[in-house]
């Protein structure tokens, strides 16, 4: 849980409630709101969020610049921020819990609280349209000069945001990111004494999330998701295209955003290099104002990165191999698509008839391998109406679970195989000018159709029998669709069950295929396709758990979800100020501590307790080991928790 409030707050609580009666106003301090989150790693749910409606009243904020009424808008609190919107009481609510939840996870990933945060909160302004956020902005005396969807201005210390794309992942997204804008400049003052690559990048990475609508949870820093934007699909074609060293990303003024989330990610790829990452950005957040201006800030900047990473041109050629193992999942290729948990939902509405499209980078003949920067978030489990799949199998299957509950009897939805690009295609003397595929589709719950044509099929159109439709319509709309690659023959089963029924109702079709056609289903990628309605589609094609699910109970912070990050920092903290004078015992805990913390839950707690075991002793060997004494007295500081920055009230 987040922030509960300590007892000695409530005297405080009370004073507040007697100044706020005295000035008529109802504001509560940021003390007396929850703001309880159960985190599970990088999964945030919200428990209880207390948001208070002021109507007009003016809160007071870290804002560097008096931030004023507008009208048709209404202002709401929780505890650590303030909301300037017209979006209806609802949408402010939720808006504002989501904030809460990313809260713990920007102080994780910076390391520190903005000075002031116990009686002052981070302002946020969010219109439900452009032409209402160009009038917020005009009330608090700010000229709208971009073109995106959300702004976060230096010096000013508000962000900026509306919903400049109809999806709900956009709106989430738009204001995760403006407001990890927000708490850098309320802890340091600035963005833009940070490179592009970082300050877009960090952004990038935290408000990269997939959203359980059921269950009300987010979980942030996604590396692997099915949505756009999708930063690391682009960021690979990026490097692709123009392959780029660190030290020419770090001084490109306009660096594509998808670079900016590799190196970021990379840098916090290890426990060891997420400690490092943290010591990195303390100190070049710290630097002068728009260093990309400044070649000795420039110069300073990678000194800084080669004292904490170590030697350039080494950390080049692990950023080079860490991006040429990485792989993304996902493809978006045609508009437009949700997605909620592990199921992506159509906007199935795209110009000039097409399918909507996302190609999953999956081949059916490739063997699965397990990596943890693949699909990092959880998932819903598989139902017996899909599968059995499997991929890299003498007969490959795979599967999805279709879901026409929100348009039922509406559209089309299914997946493709054999996905061959106009580039792929143009090779093979094809000459196509759109993806090429062997479409598999439901239409309206009623009919099964294959669609071979781009392959030299001639077009399949079967009813589904009476008893599959009617075990959909008790299942909510629901059934599911296995494709499996036989030697000889594509089969395709669709299968549906009646809640109340142990049995499924089922009905099978295949298509015979000769060794070419069948090479190219196992050989090329796969779709989920969609048109004409909102259909949820939910694919499968591996058994077995994600490589790092994150379940919903209680869980430490972080990637890593190790007990010990706290105590882990401070180590490195101490280590990083001691230099040459480290002693022994010291480099012995943060070597361990580091090892262990990307090992067992068991393993971390050993480590845990090895800190605690060994601390005392530890700072003894400090208090002997030869160091200036300033530096002495703020390794053990550290090592008693003290934050990782040095924070100062934002610049004005």
Same mark, same amino acid.
């Given at each position: 849980?987040?922030?509960?409030?300590?007892?000695?707050?409530?005297?405080?609580?009370?004073?507040?409630?007697? %100044?706020?009666? @005295?000035?008529?106003?109802?504001?509560?301090? #940021?003390?007396?709101? =929850?703001? $309880?989150?159960?985190?599970?790693? &990088?999964?945030?749910?919200?428990?209880?969020?207390?948001?208070?409606?002021?109507?007009?009243?003016?809160?007071?904020?870290?804002?560097?610049?008096?931030?004023?009424?507008?009208?048709?808008?209404?202002?709401?609190?929780?505890?650590?921020?303030?909301?300037?919107?017209?979006?209806?009481?609802?949408?402010?609510?939720?808006?504002?819990?989501?904030?809460?939840?990313?809260?713990?996870?920007?102080?994780?990933?910076?390391? %520190?609280?903005? @000075?002031?945060?116990?009686?002052?909160?981070? #302002?946020?302004?969010? =219109?439900? $349209?452009?032409?209402?956020?160009? &009038?917020?902005?005009?009330?608090?005396?700010?000229?709208?000069?971009?073109?995106?969807?959300?702004?976060?201005?230096?010096?000013?210390?508000?962000?900026?945001?509306?919903?400049?794309?109809?999806?709900?992942?956009?709106?989430?997204?738009?204001?995760?990111?403006?407001?990890?804008?927000?708490?850098?400049?309320?802890?340091?003052?600035?963005?833009?004494?940070?490179?592009?690559?970082?300050?877009?990048?960090?952004?990038? %990475?935290?408000?990269?999330?997939?959203?359980?609508?059921?269950?009300?949870?987010?979980?942030?820093?996604?590396?692997?998701?099915?949505?756009?934007?999708?930063?690391?699909?682009?960021?690979?074609?990026?490097?692709?295209?123009?392959?780029?060293?660190?030290?020419?990303?770090?001084?490109?003024?306009?660096?594509?955003?998808?670079?900016?989330?590799?190196?970021?990610?990379?840098?916090?790829?290890?426990?060891?290099?997420?400690?490092?990452?943290?010591?990195?950005?303390?100190?070049?957040?710290?630097?002068?104002y728009r260093p990309n201006i400044n070649p000795g800030a420039r110069a300073d900047r990678i000194a800084a990165m080669e004292k904490f990473f170590g030697p350039l041109d080494q950390l080049q050629a692990e950023f080079s191999q860490w991006c040429k193992e990485r792989r993304n999942t996902f493809h978006y290729v045609e508009w437009g698509w949700e997605e909620d948990f592990n199921t992506l939902v159509a906007y199935g509405f795209a110009e000039g008839g097409r399918l909507s499209q996302t190609d999953l980078l999956l081949p059916p003949g490739e063997k699965p391998v397990d990596d943890p920067w693949r699909l990092d978030y959880a998932a819903a489990p598989m139902p017996p109406t899909v599968g059995p799949v499997a991929r890299g199998v003498a007969e490959p299957a795979i599967g999805a679970l279709l879901d026409f509950s929100e348009d039922p009897h509406r559209g089309v939805a299914g997946i493709g195989l054999g996905v061959m690009s106009p580039e792929q295609t143009s090779a093979d003397g094809l000459h196509a000018d759109h993806d090429t595929q062997l479409k598999i589709l439901v239409r309206e719950g009623r009919t099964l159709e294959i669609d071979g044509s781009e392959l030299s099929f001639k077009p399949v159109s079967e009813k589904i029998p009476d008893d599959v439709q009617k075990a959909m319509e008790a299942d909510k709309q629901r059934i599911g669709l296995t494709a499996i690659i036989g030697k000889t023959e594509l089969r395709i089963v669709l299968r549906a069950k009646k809640p109340d029924e142990p049995r499924m109702a089922e009905f099978s079709t295949a298509l015979a295929i000769d060794a070419a056609v069948r090479k190219r289903l196992l050989d090329q990628r796969v779709s989920i396709l969609a048109r004409d309605g909102w259909q949820r589609i939910t694919p499968f094609f591996d058994p077995g758990p994600r490589p790092e699910p994150d379940p919903p109970h209680i869980a430490p912070i972080g990637r890593w979800r190790n007990p010990a990050e706290r105590e882990l920092q401070a180590v490195w903290q101490a280590w990083t100020l001691l230099e040459t004078h480290c002693p022994k015992s010291l480099d012995r805990l943060r070597t361990a501590m580091t090892q262990a913390a990307n090992s067992s839950s068991w393993d971390q707690n050993k480590a845990l307790k090895m800190f605690q075991n060994d601390v005392d002793h530890v700072i003894g060997d400090i208090r002997q080991c030869g160091a200036a004494q300033e530096k002495i007295n703020a390794a053990v500081q550290k090592l008693h928790g003290a934050d990782l920055l040095e924070t100062a009230p934002p610049t004005r």
């Open positions: 849980m987040h922030r509960h409030i300590r007892p000695w707050l409530f005297a405080l609580l009370i004073i507040a409630c007697i %100044a706020n009666l @005295a000035q008529g106003a109802a504001i509560p301090i #940021p003390a007396a709101q =929850s703001a $309880d989150i159960l985190i599970s790693g &990088r999964t945030f749910k919200p428990i209880r969020v207390d948001v208070a409606n002021l109507g007009q009243s003016l809160p007071d904020t870290l804002a560097g610049v008096k931030i004023t009424n507008t009208k048709g808008f209404t202002w709401y609190v929780s505890r650590h921020y303030a909301l300037k919107t017209d979006v209806g009481d609802a949408k402010a609510r939720f808006f504002l819990e989501l904030l809460e939840c990313a809260y713990p996870y920007y102080v994780h990933v910076f390391g %520190a609280e903005p @000075a002031g945060i116990e009686s002052r909160r981070m #302002p946020v302004v969010f =219109s439900k $349209d452009r032409k209402g956020l160009e &009038r917020a902005m005009k009330s608090d005396d700010i000229k709208w000069d971009f073109g995106g969807g959300g702004i976060t201005y230096e010096r000013i210390h508000i962000a900026y945001a509306y919903p400049s794309g109809s999806l709900n992942y956009h709106q989430r997204y738009i204001l995760i990111h403006e407001c990890t804008h927000l708490f850098q400049m309320c802890l340091t003052g600035y963005c833009d004494n940070t490179p592009l690559w970082y300050c877009e990048g960090i952004a990038d %990475a935290i408000s990269s999330h997939v959203y359980d609508e059921r269950e009300k949870r987010i979980t942030l820093d996604v590396f692997d998701k099915g949505v756009i934007p999708n930063f690391l699909d682009s960021g690979l074609e990026s490097l692709r295209k123009k392959p780029q060293t660190i030290r020419q990303i770090d001084i490109d003024t306009r660096v594509s955003r998808g670079v900016g989330f590799l190196l970021v990610q990379f840098l916090r790829s290890t426990p060891e290099r997420e400690q490092r990452f943290r010591l990195f950005s303390a100190q070049i957040m710290k630097g002068p």
